[in-house]
Protein backbone atom coordinates (compact mmCIF):
# COMPACT_ATOMS: atom_id res chain seq x y z
CA UNK A 1 0.00 0.00 0.00
CA UNK A 2 1.17 3.63 -0.59
CA UNK A 3 2.49 5.77 2.18
CA UNK A 4 1.75 9.24 0.26
CA UNK A 5 -2.30 7.62 0.00
CA UNK A 6 -4.25 9.12 3.37
CA UNK A 7 -7.16 6.59 3.25
CA UNK A 8 -7.87 3.93 5.62
CA UNK A 9 -5.49 0.74 4.65
CA UNK A 10 -8.65 -0.96 3.81
CA UNK A 11 -10.21 1.41 1.12
CA UNK A 12 -6.63 1.56 -0.55
CA UNK A 13 -6.68 -2.21 -0.65
CA UNK A 14 -10.05 -2.19 -2.35
CA UNK A 15 -8.98 0.39 -5.03
CA UNK A 16 -6.40 -1.84 -5.92
CA UNK A 17 -8.17 -5.14 -5.71
CA UNK A 18 -10.82 -3.64 -8.00
CA UNK A 19 -8.50 -1.82 -10.49
CA UNK A 20 -6.37 -4.76 -10.67
CA UNK A 21 -9.56 -7.26 -11.10
CA UNK A 22 -10.53 -4.90 -13.71
CA UNK A 23 -7.35 -4.69 -15.46
CA UNK A 24 -6.94 -8.48 -16.09
CA UNK A 25 -10.54 -9.29 -17.20
CA UNK A 26 -10.10 -10.58 -20.58
CA UNK A 27 -12.85 -9.10 -23.49
CA UNK A 28 -13.88 -9.98 -26.56
CA UNK A 29 -14.72 -7.94 -29.56
CA UNK A 30 -17.75 -9.00 -30.29
CA UNK A 31 -18.44 -6.45 -33.06
CA UNK A 32 -20.17 -8.46 -35.25
CA UNK A 33 -22.79 -9.80 -32.53
CA UNK A 34 -23.59 -6.20 -32.05
CA UNK A 35 -24.05 -5.01 -35.68
CA UNK A 36 -26.70 -8.02 -36.06
CA UNK A 37 -28.25 -7.23 -32.53
CA UNK A 38 -28.35 -3.54 -34.20
CA UNK A 39 -30.06 -4.80 -37.43
CA UNK A 40 -32.72 -6.87 -35.43
CA UNK A 41 -33.07 -3.25 -33.62
CA UNK A 42 -33.91 -1.75 -36.70
CA UNK A 43 -36.42 -5.21 -37.62
CA UNK A 44 -38.17 -4.23 -34.62
CA UNK A 45 -38.75 -0.17 -35.28
CA UNK A 46 -39.78 -1.05 -39.19
CA UNK A 47 -42.43 -3.19 -37.45
CA UNK A 48 -43.62 -0.85 -34.98
CA UNK A 49 -43.15 -2.91 -32.05
CA UNK A 50 -39.84 -1.32 -30.26
CA UNK A 51 -39.62 -3.46 -27.03
CA UNK A 52 -39.84 -0.66 -24.46
CA UNK A 53 -40.30 -2.85 -21.61
CA UNK A 54 -36.19 -4.24 -21.79
CA UNK A 55 -35.27 -0.41 -21.77
CA UNK A 56 -33.24 0.23 -18.52
CA UNK A 57 -31.25 3.33 -19.60
CA UNK A 58 -31.29 6.04 -17.60
CA UNK A 59 -34.24 7.67 -19.99
CA UNK A 60 -36.55 4.67 -18.47
CA UNK A 61 -36.80 5.47 -15.10
CA UNK A 62 -39.03 8.84 -14.53
CA UNK A 63 -37.18 11.08 -11.71
CA UNK A 64 -39.24 10.63 -8.74
CA UNK A 65 -37.62 6.41 -8.87
CA UNK A 66 -40.62 4.76 -10.11
CA UNK A 67 -40.49 2.09 -13.18
CA UNK A 68 -43.04 2.70 -15.81
CA UNK A 69 -44.54 -1.23 -16.44
CA UNK A 70 -46.38 -0.68 -19.74
CA UNK A 71 -48.52 -2.76 -19.73
CA UNK A 72 -49.26 -3.26 -15.89
CA UNK A 73 -49.08 0.39 -14.65
CA UNK A 74 -51.19 0.32 -11.82
CA UNK A 75 -48.60 -0.96 -9.42
CA UNK A 76 -46.16 1.70 -7.84
CA UNK A 77 -43.25 1.57 -5.44
CA UNK A 78 -45.00 0.36 -1.97
CA UNK A 79 -44.24 2.93 0.40
CA UNK A 80 -46.73 3.46 3.48
CA UNK A 81 -45.71 3.21 6.93
CA UNK A 82 -45.90 -0.31 8.28
CA UNK A 83 -49.29 -0.28 10.73
CA UNK A 84 -48.45 -1.29 14.07
CA UNK A 85 -50.26 -4.22 15.96
CA UNK A 86 -52.25 -1.67 18.12
CA UNK A 87 -52.71 0.32 15.05
CA UNK A 88 -53.92 -2.22 12.90
CA UNK A 89 -56.44 -3.41 15.28
CA UNK A 90 -58.21 0.16 14.67
CA UNK A 91 -57.55 0.30 11.37
CA UNK A 92 -58.78 -3.94 11.25
CA UNK A 93 -61.84 -2.33 13.35
CA UNK A 94 -62.40 0.53 11.24
CA UNK A 95 -62.15 -1.77 8.04
CA UNK A 96 -64.95 -3.75 9.53
CA UNK A 97 -67.00 -1.28 9.46
CA UNK A 98 -66.88 -1.08 5.76
CA UNK A 99 -65.27 -4.54 4.65
CA UNK A 100 -67.89 -7.43 4.06
CA UNK A 101 -66.12 -10.66 4.39
CA UNK A 102 -66.59 -13.01 2.03
CA UNK A 103 -65.26 -16.50 1.85
CA UNK A 104 -65.74 -19.60 -0.92
CA UNK A 105 -65.95 -22.96 -0.45
CA UNK A 106 -66.18 -22.87 -4.24
CA UNK A 107 -65.80 -20.38 -6.72
CA UNK A 108 -67.87 -20.14 -9.61
CA UNK A 109 -66.06 -18.82 -12.72
CA UNK A 110 -67.44 -16.92 -16.02
CA UNK A 111 -67.44 -18.51 -19.26
CA UNK A 112 -67.19 -15.78 -20.95
CA UNK A 113 -71.10 -15.21 -22.11
CA UNK A 114 -71.94 -11.31 -21.61
CA UNK A 115 -75.51 -13.10 -20.91
CA UNK A 116 -76.13 -11.41 -17.54
CA UNK A 117 -75.41 -13.58 -14.48
CA UNK A 118 -74.68 -16.95 -16.01
CA UNK A 119 -72.19 -18.65 -13.74
CA UNK A 120 -70.79 -22.47 -13.51
CA UNK A 121 -69.20 -24.15 -10.63
CA UNK A 122 -65.24 -24.33 -11.00
CA UNK A 123 -63.68 -27.79 -10.58
CA UNK A 124 -62.76 -27.90 -6.70
CA UNK A 125 -59.32 -27.68 -5.55
CA UNK A 126 -58.13 -31.57 -4.82
CA UNK A 127 -54.80 -30.64 -2.86
CA UNK A 128 -55.75 -30.17 0.98
CA UNK A 129 -55.03 -26.14 1.92
CA UNK A 130 -52.41 -25.45 4.58
CA UNK A 131 -52.90 -21.74 4.23
CA UNK A 132 -49.08 -21.04 4.83
CA UNK A 133 -47.65 -19.55 1.82
CA UNK A 134 -43.74 -18.47 1.29
CA UNK A 135 -41.90 -17.09 -1.27
CA UNK A 136 -39.20 -18.05 -3.45
CA UNK A 137 -35.53 -18.67 -2.95
CA UNK A 138 -33.88 -16.01 -1.55
CA UNK A 139 -36.02 -14.65 1.58
CA UNK A 140 -35.98 -15.93 5.04
CA UNK A 141 -38.67 -15.15 7.55
CA UNK A 142 -38.25 -12.40 10.02
CA UNK A 143 -41.18 -12.44 11.66
CA UNK A 144 -45.15 -13.49 11.81
CA UNK A 145 -47.75 -11.82 13.59
CA UNK A 146 -51.15 -11.86 13.79
CA UNK A 147 -54.01 -9.89 14.53
CA UNK A 148 -57.19 -10.84 15.34
CA UNK A 149 -60.14 -8.76 14.17
CA UNK A 150 -63.82 -8.59 15.99
CA UNK A 151 -66.09 -8.47 13.39
CA UNK A 152 -68.26 -6.96 15.06
CA UNK A 153 -70.70 -9.03 14.89
CA UNK A 154 -69.93 -11.18 18.03
CA UNK A 155 -72.81 -13.65 18.44
CA UNK A 156 -74.49 -12.82 15.60
CA UNK A 157 -72.44 -15.64 13.32
CA UNK A 158 -73.00 -18.26 11.74
CA UNK A 159 -72.92 -15.98 8.62
CA UNK A 160 -72.77 -15.89 5.12
CA UNK A 161 -69.87 -14.44 2.67
CA UNK A 162 -70.76 -13.99 -1.01
CA UNK A 163 -68.65 -12.15 -3.96
CA UNK A 164 -69.24 -11.51 -7.02
CA UNK A 165 -66.85 -9.53 -9.59
CA UNK A 166 -66.63 -8.12 -13.28
CA UNK A 167 -63.00 -8.62 -14.36
CA UNK A 168 -60.73 -6.17 -16.23
CA UNK A 169 -59.39 -2.83 -15.29
CA UNK A 170 -61.40 -0.91 -13.47
CA UNK A 171 -63.81 -4.38 -12.49
CA UNK A 172 -67.26 -3.78 -10.48
CA UNK A 173 -67.82 -5.77 -7.34
CA UNK A 174 -70.59 -6.82 -5.38
CA UNK A 175 -69.52 -8.10 -1.80
CA UNK A 176 -72.56 -9.42 0.66
CA UNK A 177 -72.49 -10.31 4.11
CA UNK A 178 -75.48 -11.66 6.62
CA UNK A 179 -75.52 -12.70 10.05
CA UNK A 180 -78.38 -13.20 12.36
CA UNK A 181 -78.33 -10.11 14.32
CA UNK A 182 -79.47 -6.50 13.31
CA UNK A 183 -76.79 -4.18 13.61
CA UNK A 184 -76.88 -0.19 13.13
CA UNK A 185 -77.83 0.49 9.83
CA UNK A 186 -75.82 2.66 7.77
CA UNK A 187 -72.31 3.90 8.33
CA UNK A 188 -70.80 5.83 10.62
CA UNK A 189 -69.54 9.45 8.87
CA UNK A 190 -71.57 8.42 5.83
CA UNK A 191 -74.83 10.12 5.20
CA UNK A 192 -77.84 7.15 4.64
CA UNK A 193 -80.69 7.23 2.96
CA UNK A 194 -83.81 4.67 3.00
CA UNK A 195 -84.73 2.54 0.21
CA UNK A 196 -86.83 0.19 -0.92
CA UNK A 197 -86.14 -3.57 -0.82
CA UNK A 198 -88.51 -5.26 -2.59
CA UNK A 199 -90.84 -3.94 -0.05
CA UNK A 200 -88.40 -4.17 2.74
CA UNK A 201 -87.25 -1.38 4.59
CA UNK A 202 -83.43 -0.78 3.22
CA UNK A 203 -80.77 2.45 4.07
CA UNK A 204 -78.19 3.40 1.36
CA UNK A 205 -75.20 5.12 1.43
CA UNK A 206 -73.09 6.56 -1.11
CA UNK A 207 -69.31 7.76 -1.50
CA UNK A 208 -66.42 5.75 -2.88
CA UNK A 209 -68.54 2.86 -2.90
CA UNK A 210 -72.17 2.08 -2.04
CA UNK A 211 -73.12 0.52 0.79
CA UNK A 212 -76.97 -1.18 0.59
CA UNK A 213 -78.29 -2.47 4.36
CA UNK A 214 -81.54 -4.83 4.85
CA UNK A 215 -81.72 -4.67 8.73
CA UNK A 216 -83.99 -6.70 10.91
CA UNK A 217 -84.42 -8.81 13.93
CA UNK A 218 -83.14 -11.80 12.20
CA UNK A 219 -81.55 -11.48 9.62
CA UNK A 220 -79.13 -8.64 8.72
CA UNK A 221 -78.24 -8.27 5.41
CA UNK A 222 -74.86 -5.72 4.09
CA UNK A 223 -73.60 -5.33 0.52
CA UNK A 224 -70.70 -2.97 -0.84
CA UNK A 225 -70.36 -2.33 -3.98
CA UNK A 226 -68.39 -0.65 -6.71
CA UNK A 227 -69.33 0.38 -9.69
CA UNK A 228 -72.86 -0.99 -9.52
CA UNK A 229 -76.10 0.75 -9.88
CA UNK A 230 -78.34 1.10 -6.63
CA UNK A 231 -80.72 -0.08 -8.72
CA UNK A 232 -79.01 -3.06 -10.06
CA UNK A 233 -77.81 -3.87 -6.25
CA UNK A 234 -81.27 -3.32 -4.68
CA UNK A 235 -82.10 -6.39 -7.21
CA UNK A 236 -79.39 -8.65 -6.15
CA UNK A 237 -80.44 -7.78 -2.57
CA UNK A 238 -84.48 -8.76 -3.64
CA UNK A 239 -83.37 -11.85 -5.09
CA UNK A 240 -81.30 -13.02 -2.13
CA UNK A 241 -83.91 -12.18 0.47
CA UNK A 242 -86.25 -13.88 -2.03
CA UNK A 243 -84.45 -16.83 -1.79
CA UNK A 244 -84.14 -17.27 1.97
CA UNK A 245 -87.22 -16.38 2.39
CA UNK A 246 -88.32 -19.51 -0.19
CA UNK A 247 -86.06 -21.53 1.97
CA UNK A 248 -83.88 -22.29 -0.92
CA UNK A 249 -79.82 -22.35 -0.94
CA UNK A 250 -78.64 -19.33 -2.72
CA UNK A 251 -77.93 -19.75 -6.31
CA UNK A 252 -75.50 -16.60 -7.94
CA UNK A 253 -77.29 -17.83 -11.22
CA UNK A 254 -80.55 -16.11 -9.58
CA UNK A 255 -79.42 -13.39 -8.56
CA UNK A 256 -79.79 -10.89 -11.21
CA UNK A 257 -76.28 -10.19 -11.30
CA UNK A 258 -75.22 -7.24 -14.13
CA UNK A 259 -73.32 -8.68 -17.47
CA UNK A 260 -69.74 -10.27 -17.30
CA UNK A 261 -69.74 -10.62 -12.84
CA UNK A 262 -68.24 -13.67 -11.37
CA UNK A 263 -68.97 -15.02 -8.43
CA UNK A 264 -68.62 -16.71 -5.63
CA UNK A 265 -70.44 -19.29 -4.19
CA UNK A 266 -71.36 -18.85 -0.51
CA UNK A 267 -70.18 -19.64 2.02
CA UNK A 268 -71.16 -20.16 5.89
CA UNK A 269 -69.06 -18.96 8.32
CA UNK A 270 -68.62 -20.36 12.01
CA UNK A 271 -67.15 -18.60 14.19
CA UNK A 272 -66.94 -14.60 15.02
CA UNK A 273 -63.84 -13.21 14.61
CA UNK A 274 -61.56 -13.38 11.82
CA UNK A 275 -57.25 -13.24 12.14
CA UNK A 276 -54.74 -12.61 9.31
CA UNK A 277 -50.94 -13.53 9.69
CA UNK A 278 -47.94 -10.42 8.63
CA UNK A 279 -45.50 -12.58 7.56
CA UNK A 280 -42.23 -10.18 7.32
CA UNK A 281 -39.13 -11.57 5.19
CA UNK A 282 -35.67 -10.18 4.08
CA UNK A 283 -34.17 -10.63 1.50
CA UNK A 284 -30.55 -12.43 1.74
CA UNK A 285 -28.95 -10.14 -0.71
CA UNK A 286 -29.81 -7.13 0.48
CA UNK A 287 -31.61 -7.01 3.56
CA UNK A 288 -34.64 -5.07 2.01
CA UNK A 289 -37.81 -6.46 3.91
CA UNK A 290 -41.42 -6.90 2.87
CA UNK A 291 -44.17 -8.12 4.43
CA UNK A 292 -47.48 -10.18 2.92
CA UNK A 293 -50.27 -11.13 4.86
CA UNK A 294 -52.11 -14.21 4.92
CA UNK A 295 -56.06 -14.28 5.56
CA UNK A 296 -58.03 -17.96 5.74
CA UNK A 297 -61.43 -16.77 5.68
CA UNK A 298 -61.61 -13.60 3.37
CA UNK A 299 -61.39 -10.16 4.84
CA UNK A 300 -59.12 -8.89 2.37
CA UNK A 301 -61.72 -9.58 0.18
CA UNK A 302 -62.36 -6.27 0.40
CA UNK A 303 -60.15 -5.68 -2.27
CA UNK A 304 -62.48 -6.45 -4.90
CA UNK A 305 -64.57 -3.42 -3.92
CA UNK A 306 -61.54 -1.14 -4.48
CA UNK A 307 -59.14 -3.13 -7.28
CA UNK A 308 -58.02 -1.32 -10.35
CA UNK A 309 -57.70 -4.50 -11.97
CA UNK A 310 -58.78 -8.22 -11.67
CA UNK A 311 -58.32 -11.12 -13.89
CA UNK A 312 -59.58 -14.87 -12.88
CA UNK A 313 -57.30 -17.72 -12.90
CA UNK A 314 -58.16 -21.19 -11.88
CA UNK A 315 -61.20 -19.75 -10.21
CA UNK A 316 -59.19 -17.35 -8.21
CA UNK A 317 -58.74 -13.25 -8.07
CA UNK A 318 -56.01 -11.58 -8.71
CA UNK A 319 -56.41 -8.53 -7.96
CA UNK A 320 -53.92 -5.29 -8.51
CA UNK A 321 -54.89 -1.82 -7.01
CA UNK A 322 -53.98 1.60 -5.84
CA UNK A 323 -51.02 3.45 -6.90
CA UNK A 324 -48.26 4.75 -5.05
CA UNK A 325 -48.42 3.92 -1.21
CA UNK A 326 -51.66 2.50 -1.45
CA UNK A 327 -51.04 0.06 -4.38
CA UNK A 328 -51.39 -3.89 -3.74
CA UNK A 329 -51.75 -7.54 -4.94
CA UNK A 330 -53.64 -10.00 -4.10
CA UNK A 331 -55.04 -13.44 -4.50
CA UNK A 332 -58.64 -14.04 -3.01
CA UNK A 333 -61.58 -16.19 -3.75
CA UNK A 334 -58.96 -19.48 -2.29
CA UNK A 335 -58.80 -20.89 0.91
CA UNK A 336 -56.73 -18.40 1.54
CA UNK A 337 -56.02 -14.90 0.50
CA UNK A 338 -52.97 -13.71 0.00
CA UNK A 339 -51.99 -9.46 -0.34
CA UNK A 340 -48.90 -7.51 -0.88
CA UNK A 341 -49.80 -4.11 0.50
CA UNK A 342 -52.62 -2.03 1.39
CA UNK A 343 -55.21 -1.14 1.47
CA UNK A 344 -56.04 -0.83 5.57
CA UNK A 345 -52.76 -2.47 6.75
CA UNK A 346 -50.77 -3.64 3.93
CA UNK A 347 -46.87 -3.70 4.56
CA UNK A 348 -44.60 -1.13 3.69
CA UNK A 349 -41.74 -1.28 1.61
CA UNK A 350 -39.75 2.00 -0.24
CA UNK A 351 -36.97 -0.38 -1.82
CA UNK A 352 -38.85 -2.70 -4.01
CA UNK A 353 -39.59 -1.84 -7.35
CA UNK A 354 -42.89 -2.51 -9.00
CA UNK A 355 -41.64 -4.67 -11.34
CA UNK A 356 -39.84 -7.02 -8.30
CA UNK A 357 -42.83 -6.65 -6.12
CA UNK A 358 -44.64 -8.53 -8.93
CA UNK A 359 -42.12 -11.06 -9.41
CA UNK A 360 -41.98 -11.74 -5.25
CA UNK A 361 -45.80 -12.19 -5.48
CA UNK A 362 -45.64 -14.21 -8.03
CA UNK A 363 -43.68 -16.66 -6.18
CA UNK A 364 -45.42 -16.73 -3.32
CA UNK A 365 -46.87 -20.68 -3.16
CA UNK A 366 -48.32 -22.74 -0.55
CA UNK A 367 -46.36 -25.08 1.58
CA UNK A 368 -46.34 -28.41 3.43
CA UNK A 369 -46.51 -27.69 7.33
CA UNK A 370 -43.09 -29.25 7.69
CA UNK A 371 -41.63 -26.66 5.33
CA UNK A 372 -43.39 -24.08 6.72
CA UNK A 373 -42.11 -25.14 10.04
CA UNK A 374 -38.69 -25.06 8.90
CA UNK A 375 -39.14 -21.80 7.86
CA UNK A 376 -39.98 -20.41 11.02
CA UNK A 377 -36.96 -22.01 12.74
CA UNK A 378 -34.82 -19.61 11.04
CA UNK A 379 -35.81 -16.94 13.48
CA UNK A 380 -35.74 -17.30 16.86
CA UNK A 381 -38.48 -14.85 17.86
CA UNK A 382 -40.81 -12.46 16.54
CA UNK A 383 -43.27 -15.40 16.06
CA UNK A 384 -46.39 -15.99 17.25
CA UNK A 385 -47.05 -18.95 19.38
CA UNK A 386 -49.68 -19.84 18.25
CA UNK A 387 -48.75 -19.82 14.61
CA UNK A 388 -46.02 -22.21 15.51
CA UNK A 389 -48.70 -24.29 17.20
CA UNK A 390 -51.41 -24.63 14.69
CA UNK A 391 -51.08 -27.35 12.39
CA UNK A 392 -52.69 -25.13 9.46
CA UNK A 393 -54.03 -21.71 8.83
CA UNK A 394 -57.53 -23.16 9.06
CA UNK A 395 -57.00 -24.51 12.81
CA UNK A 396 -56.90 -23.67 16.32
CA UNK A 397 -55.11 -22.35 18.62
CA UNK A 398 -55.43 -19.77 14.87
CA UNK A 399 -59.21 -20.13 15.00
CA UNK A 400 -59.89 -19.02 18.99
CA UNK A 401 -59.46 -15.86 20.86
CA UNK B 1 -9.30 7.71 -38.18
CA UNK B 2 -12.52 6.09 -36.42
CA UNK B 3 -15.45 8.39 -36.25
CA UNK B 4 -15.95 9.89 -32.94
CA UNK B 5 -19.51 10.12 -31.73
CA UNK B 6 -18.69 12.89 -29.27
CA UNK B 7 -17.75 14.72 -31.87
CA UNK B 8 -20.51 13.51 -34.56
CA UNK B 9 -23.37 12.12 -32.36
CA UNK B 10 -24.07 14.68 -29.95
CA UNK B 11 -25.25 16.94 -32.80
CA UNK B 12 -27.27 15.00 -34.85
CA UNK B 13 -30.73 15.58 -34.85
CA UNK B 14 -33.80 12.86 -33.43
CA UNK B 15 -35.04 11.00 -36.36
CA UNK B 16 -31.50 9.89 -37.53
CA UNK B 17 -31.76 6.69 -38.66
CA UNK B 18 -35.23 6.53 -40.02
CA UNK B 19 -33.40 6.49 -43.60
CA UNK B 20 -31.66 3.20 -44.38
CA UNK B 21 -28.22 5.41 -45.08
CA UNK B 22 -29.26 6.93 -41.59
CA UNK B 23 -29.28 3.84 -40.12
CA UNK B 24 -25.98 2.81 -41.65
CA UNK B 25 -24.27 5.72 -40.41
CA UNK B 26 -25.54 5.68 -36.79
CA UNK B 27 -24.81 1.99 -36.54
CA UNK B 28 -21.04 2.65 -37.90
CA UNK B 29 -21.48 5.43 -35.18
CA UNK B 30 -22.45 3.02 -32.51
CA UNK B 31 -19.79 0.13 -33.52
CA UNK B 32 -17.24 2.87 -33.41
CA UNK B 33 -18.13 3.96 -29.64
CA UNK B 34 -18.52 -0.16 -28.85
CA UNK B 35 -14.44 -0.01 -29.67
CA UNK B 36 -13.84 2.77 -27.70
CA UNK B 37 -15.73 1.83 -24.57
CA UNK B 38 -16.12 -1.72 -24.65
CA UNK B 39 -13.41 -2.61 -22.37
CA UNK B 40 -14.20 0.16 -19.76
CA UNK B 41 -18.26 -1.01 -19.53
CA UNK B 42 -16.81 -4.33 -19.51
CA UNK B 43 -14.48 -4.43 -16.36
CA UNK B 44 -17.05 -2.41 -15.20
CA UNK B 45 -20.17 -4.71 -15.23
CA UNK B 46 -17.57 -7.68 -14.34
CA UNK B 47 -17.06 -5.87 -11.08
CA UNK B 48 -20.61 -5.55 -10.77
CA UNK B 49 -21.70 -8.74 -11.65
CA UNK B 50 -18.70 -11.26 -10.75
CA UNK B 51 -18.72 -12.68 -13.87
CA UNK B 52 -17.28 -11.57 -17.48
CA UNK B 53 -19.84 -13.63 -19.41
CA UNK B 54 -22.69 -11.45 -18.03
CA UNK B 55 -20.76 -8.37 -18.02
CA UNK B 56 -20.08 -8.91 -22.00
CA UNK B 57 -23.61 -9.87 -22.38
CA UNK B 58 -25.11 -6.82 -20.37
CA UNK B 59 -22.58 -4.48 -22.16
CA UNK B 60 -24.28 -5.28 -25.49
CA UNK B 61 -27.41 -4.55 -24.39
CA UNK B 62 -26.55 -1.65 -23.08
CA UNK B 63 -25.22 -0.78 -26.47
CA UNK B 64 -28.03 -1.98 -28.40
CA UNK B 65 -30.90 -0.01 -25.88
CA UNK B 66 -28.32 3.16 -26.70
CA UNK B 67 -29.26 2.44 -30.36
CA UNK B 68 -32.72 2.00 -29.85
CA UNK B 69 -33.27 5.32 -27.77
CA UNK B 70 -31.30 7.17 -31.23
CA UNK B 71 -27.67 8.78 -30.67
CA UNK B 72 -28.79 12.10 -31.07
CA UNK B 73 -31.32 12.03 -28.93
CA UNK B 74 -28.21 11.48 -26.25
CA UNK B 75 -26.14 14.63 -25.30
CA UNK B 76 -23.31 12.54 -23.86
CA UNK B 77 -23.48 8.22 -24.73
CA UNK B 78 -20.26 7.54 -22.51
CA UNK B 79 -22.38 8.67 -19.50
CA UNK B 80 -25.21 7.37 -20.99
CA UNK B 81 -24.23 4.02 -21.23
CA UNK B 82 -22.32 4.30 -18.10
CA UNK B 83 -25.28 4.41 -16.30
CA UNK B 84 -27.22 1.77 -18.59
CA UNK B 85 -24.33 -0.68 -17.58
CA UNK B 86 -25.13 -0.16 -14.14
CA UNK B 87 -28.35 -0.47 -14.42
CA UNK B 88 -28.38 -3.76 -16.06
CA UNK B 89 -26.32 -5.22 -13.55
CA UNK B 90 -28.80 -4.16 -10.79
CA UNK B 91 -31.45 -6.27 -12.95
CA UNK B 92 -29.34 -8.88 -12.83
CA UNK B 93 -28.81 -8.98 -9.44
CA UNK B 94 -32.82 -8.78 -9.14
CA UNK B 95 -32.80 -12.18 -11.30
CA UNK B 96 -31.99 -13.81 -8.40
CA UNK B 97 -32.58 -17.35 -9.24
CA UNK B 98 -31.51 -17.23 -12.66
CA UNK B 99 -28.02 -15.60 -11.46
CA UNK B 100 -27.49 -18.95 -8.46
CA UNK B 101 -27.50 -21.24 -11.37
CA UNK B 102 -25.41 -19.99 -13.58
CA UNK B 103 -22.71 -19.58 -10.86
CA UNK B 104 -23.20 -22.81 -9.80
CA UNK B 105 -21.90 -23.85 -13.14
CA UNK B 106 -19.01 -21.42 -13.57
CA UNK B 107 -15.31 -22.33 -13.15
CA UNK B 108 -13.57 -19.82 -10.65
CA UNK B 109 -12.49 -16.59 -12.24
CA UNK B 110 -9.23 -17.10 -13.73
CA UNK B 111 -7.76 -13.82 -12.78
CA UNK B 112 -4.67 -14.19 -10.77
CA UNK B 113 -3.94 -11.54 -8.36
CA UNK B 114 -1.12 -10.87 -5.38
CA UNK B 115 -2.26 -12.97 -2.43
CA UNK B 116 -3.81 -9.60 -0.34
CA UNK B 117 -5.81 -8.38 -3.73
CA UNK B 118 -7.10 -12.17 -4.09
CA UNK B 119 -8.10 -11.63 -0.12
CA UNK B 120 -9.89 -9.08 -0.74
CA UNK B 121 -11.92 -10.20 -3.84
CA UNK B 122 -13.34 -12.95 -2.38
CA UNK B 123 -14.25 -10.74 0.72
CA UNK B 124 -15.53 -8.50 -1.70
CA UNK B 125 -17.56 -11.15 -3.13
CA UNK B 126 -19.58 -12.11 0.18
CA UNK B 127 -21.29 -8.76 0.50
CA UNK B 128 -24.58 -7.90 -0.40
CA UNK B 129 -25.11 -6.88 -4.21
CA UNK B 130 -26.28 -3.40 -2.84
CA UNK B 131 -22.62 -2.99 -0.87
CA UNK B 132 -20.84 -4.25 -3.32
CA UNK B 133 -22.40 -1.91 -6.09
CA UNK B 134 -21.69 1.09 -4.20
CA UNK B 135 -18.28 -0.01 -3.27
CA UNK B 136 -17.56 -0.71 -7.06
CA UNK B 137 -19.04 2.76 -8.31
CA UNK B 138 -16.97 4.90 -5.34
CA UNK B 139 -13.97 2.97 -5.24
CA UNK B 140 -13.21 2.19 -8.90
CA UNK B 141 -15.15 4.38 -10.91
CA UNK B 142 -14.13 7.05 -7.78
CA UNK B 143 -17.41 8.69 -7.82
CA UNK B 144 -18.70 11.04 -5.25
CA UNK B 145 -21.27 9.54 -2.65
CA UNK B 146 -23.82 11.75 -4.34
CA UNK B 147 -23.26 10.66 -7.75
CA UNK B 148 -23.07 7.09 -7.24
CA UNK B 149 -26.48 7.40 -5.40
CA UNK B 150 -27.44 9.31 -8.76
CA UNK B 151 -26.27 6.55 -10.38
CA UNK B 152 -28.02 3.45 -8.72
CA UNK B 153 -31.04 5.75 -7.33
CA UNK B 154 -30.69 5.75 -4.29
CA UNK B 155 -30.66 8.11 -1.49
CA UNK B 156 -27.39 9.39 -0.61
CA UNK B 157 -27.70 8.38 2.68
CA UNK B 158 -28.43 4.82 1.94
CA UNK B 159 -25.19 4.48 -0.24
CA UNK B 160 -23.20 6.17 3.10
CA UNK B 161 -24.65 3.37 5.03
CA UNK B 162 -24.17 1.05 2.22
CA UNK B 163 -20.14 1.84 2.05
CA UNK B 164 -19.43 2.15 5.75
CA UNK B 165 -21.40 -1.07 6.14
CA UNK B 166 -19.65 -2.42 3.26
CA UNK B 167 -16.18 -1.02 4.11
CA UNK B 168 -16.58 -2.44 8.02
CA UNK B 169 -17.44 -6.03 6.59
CA UNK B 170 -14.71 -6.20 4.01
CA UNK B 171 -12.46 -5.01 7.17
CA UNK B 172 -13.38 -7.53 9.64
CA UNK B 173 -13.12 -10.54 6.66
CA UNK B 174 -9.02 -9.19 5.92
CA UNK B 175 -8.48 -9.22 9.08
CA UNK B 176 -10.19 -12.43 10.58
Redesign the interface.
Given at each position: MSTDDPR?P??Q???????????????????D???R???R??GR?DEGA??LG????????PPD?TVDLGENPVIDVLRGPRASPRRRGLILASAAALIVALAAVAVLVDRGSDREGEVVAAPPATAPATGWFLP???WDVVSVETDYLDTGQAGACPCTLWAAARPGTDPAAINLAESGASKDAGLPGMPTEPIDVGGRPGTVSQGAATFLTVPSSDQHLRLQARGVDVEALVAVADAWLDQREAGAEIDPAELGLPAGFVATAPQEKSWDFEHLLAVRIRED???REVEYQLVPTGWNRGVLASASELTVEEGVFRVAGGTGDEAYLATVGGPTDVLLGPPFFGSATDEL?P??LQ?LFDGLHEVPTADWRAALEQTDENVDPDVRAAPDLFSAPLTGP | MRPRLQDQGAGRARGLGVSEPGREADRDLLLALYQEEREGMVRLARLLTGSVVIAEDVVQDAFVQLYDRGLGAVDQPGAYLRRTVVNLCHSHHRRKGVETRWRARQPPPQVELPPELDEMRRALSTLADRQREALVLRFYLDLKVEDVAALLDRPAGTVKSDIHRGLAALTEEITR
Amino acid sequence: MSTDDPRPPTEQLLSQTLTATALATPTTDRSDDLRRALERADGRKDEGAADLGRDEGPAAAPPDGTVDLGENPVIDVLRGPRASPRRRGLILASAAALIVALAAVAVLVDRGSDREGEVVAAPPATAPATGWFLPDGGWDVVSVETDYLDTGQAGACPCTLWAAARPGTDPAAINLAESGASKDAGLPGMPTEPIDVGGRPGTVSQGAATFLTVPSSDQHLRLQARGVDVEALVAVADAWLDQREAGAEIDPAELGLPAGFVATAPQEKSWDFEHLLAVRIREDDTGREVEYQLVPTGWNRGVLASASELTVEEGVFRVAGGTGDEAYLATVGGPTDVLLGPPFFGSATDELAPAELQELFDGLHEVPTADWRAALEQTDENVDPDVRAAPDLFSAPLTGP
Amino acid sequence: MRPRLQDQGAGRARGLGVSEPGREADRDLLLALYQEEREGMVRLARLLTGSVVIAEDVVQDAFVQLYDRGLGAVDQPGAYLRRTVVNLCHSHHRRKGVETRWRARQPPPQVELPPELDEMRRALSTLADRQREALVLRFYLDLKVEDVAALLDRPAGTVKSDIHRGLAALTEEITR
